[in-house]
Nanobody, 124 residues
Framework: VQLQASGGGLVQAGDSLRLSCAAS????????LGWFRQAPGKERDFVAG????????YYAESVKGRFTASRDNAKNTMYLQMNNLEPEDSAVYYC??????????????????WGQGTLVTVSS
């Protein structure tokens, strides 16, 4: 299993950025996918979770309304569109595959696979 995240970079506050994560996993279309982020000196925090079926995508409160997670099952790729970025969004962003589709399990402990991370830096 491989998850390859890309798209990070240095942007200014208010800018947008789109992260991608190409996944080589079986049954991609039915897998529950997600994004986490980790700022320096802080824990890795949940950002978004997407069940495989057409169910609601779940977001952390801090990004709700600004970030949009999506997936292209034909390309085995997930995305995180980040708009109106703030300096507090600066972190290494990780894509992930969750063990369960229920959003009660969208925590680090229930991630089966991690991507390698991509750095997002937002300047003020």
């Amino acid at each position: 299993v491989q998850l390859q995240a890309s798209g990070g970079g240095l942007v200014q506050a208010g800018d947008s950025l789109r992260l991608s994560c190409a996944a080589s996993i079986r049954h991609f279309s039915s897998s529950t996918l997600g994004w986490f982020r980790q700022a320096p000196g802080k824990e890795r925090d949940f950002v978004a979770g997407m069940p495989g079926r057409r169910e609601n995508i779940y977001y952390a409160e801090s990004v709700k309304g600004r970030f949009t997670a999506s997936r292209d099952n034909a390309k085995n790729t997930m995305y995180l569109q980040m708009n109106n970025l703030e300096p507090e969004d600066s972190a290494v962003y990780y894509c992930a595959v969750f063990r369960y589709s229920n959003n009660n399990y969208y925590t680090r402990q229930y991630v089966d696979y991690w991507g390698q991370g991509t750095l997002v830096t937002v300047s003020s």
